[in-house]
């Protein structure tokens, strides 16, 4: 049997769409209704998933309504939803991925109502974060901010399938066969345990696949394949989710030092390091 077969052998989670309050408590729970088809192969319980995106909403956006909708100083794009998914100004692209148009790709797949304005725009509507500060209590934003709110199932079912097409990308972007075997080892390792497939969801989303040129500070990366890599060996289970959190730290500290200076990326180090720290807790 091979590694996912053994892996998806053991999990017996499922998610199912739905409407999360962010004031319900984190307490997870084995049983849950049932089996609903998310379109991906790692399946969660209902009370998983719900739980998961209420802690990634937390993370990104304090877990309030107007957290969904941000666009913060220094950056030249508005960020949406409980993943704060990247949504460029049309014609000014970045280096990041832009994953707020692959999400409503994803939600209007699943048939979710998606406002028709969001479906046809061809990129932020927004130009500025000074026009999208003055567009806050708008009409048009309280209308996205409340539709985010209702698909925060969705959206962590969203994460979850880039998690899942992570693996593949990562070893085809990594050239050394025992860096490969490593990589596919040490993600099976930390996804062995509820508390590190939280870990793995929340960073890919957090900070990428690690794959891209650009996803890179003087030839260093950051993302998920950069800490899956950093990792020391470990044990299966909760040993690996707490490794993963301190590469997970050693690497965000290492791109915080090859950071552009006019970035001020400092800023960020203590809430990146108690994010990072959380992958030792779950959810």
């Known amino acids: 049997m091979s590694h996912l077969s053994k892996w998806l052998t053991n999990l017996s989670m499922v998610f199912v769409a739905g409407c999360v309050s962010p004031n319900l408590p984190l307490n997870p729970s084995p049983t849950g209704p049932p089996p609903a088809n998310h379109g991906g192969k790692i399946l969660l319980n209902a009370i998983d998933a719900e739980a998961i995106g209420k802690k990634i909403w937390r993370n990104e956006c304090a877990g309030t309504i107007e957290g969904l909708t941000t666009w913060n100083k220094g950056e030249d794009f508005p960020s949406m939803g409980i993943g704060h998914f990247i949504w460029y100004v049309e014609g000014r692209s970045g280096p990041f991925d832009e994953s707020f148009p692959k999400l409503i790709g994803y939600l209007e797949t699943k048939q979710v109502r998606v406002p028709q304005w969001v479906i046809n725009a061809t990129g932020s509507p927004w130009q500025s974060r000074t026009e999208f500060d003055r567009a806050k209590n708008s009409p048009q934003m309280r ?103 301190e590469a997970a730290k050693r690497t965000l500290k290492r791109r915080i030092i090859n950071s552009p200076p006019s970035r001020g990326e400092s800023r960020w180090e203590a809430g990146w390091m108690n994010r990072c720290e959380s992958y030792k807790h779950g959810f």
Not at 149 to 175: S, Y
């Open 143 to 245: 209308e996205l901010r409340q539709f985010l709110a209702n698909t925060v199932i969705d959206q962590t079912n969203f994460i979850v399938l880039r998690l899942e097409e992570a693996l593949p990308k990562m070893k085809a972007a990594t050239k050394d066969a025992s860096d490969r075997e490593r990589l596919e080892e040490n993600f099976y390792k930390v996804a062995s345990s509820r508390t590190g497939i939280y870990a793995l969801i929340d960073y890919v989303n957090f900070k990428g696949e690690g794959i891209k040129a650009e996803e890179k500070y003087n030839g260093v990366g950051w993302g998920l394949r950069d800490v899956i890599l950093e990792m020391n060996r470990t044990s299966d289970g909760q040993a690996a989710a707490e490794e993963f959190s």
